[in-house]
């Protein structure tokens, strides 16, 4: 299992996570290849109905801004 992207289940709903914090998850090849196995694993699965891609930490990912209320 890759660490850096979880892939979770609830019910229809797909989670796939990047979970690398101190590097405001920042994807490095094996990351990415990762990442697009687990997006085709879930729009694979017709019990998948939706799809939630999200990161740990304060940052999504470098070069974005996230706000927090």
């Known amino acids: 299992m890759n660490d850096a992207v ?4 609830e019910g229809p709903v ?3 996570v990047l979970n690398r914090p101190e590097k405001h998850n920042a994807l490095r090849f094996d990351d990415l ?11 694979d699965d017709d019990d ?3 799809i ?3 990161g740990n930490g304060p940052s999504f990912v470098p070069g974005t801004i ?3 209320p």
Do not use: C, N
Request: hydrophobic content about 50%; overall charge positive.
């Open 48 to 50: 998948v109905k939706v």
């Open 66 to 68: 996230t706000t927090m």
């Open 33 to 43: 290849d990762r990442l697009v196995e687990a997006l085709r694993d879930a729009e």
């Open 6 to 9: 979880i892939v979770e289940r």
């Open 52 to 54: 939630v891609l999200k």
């Open 14 to 16: 797909a989670r796939l």
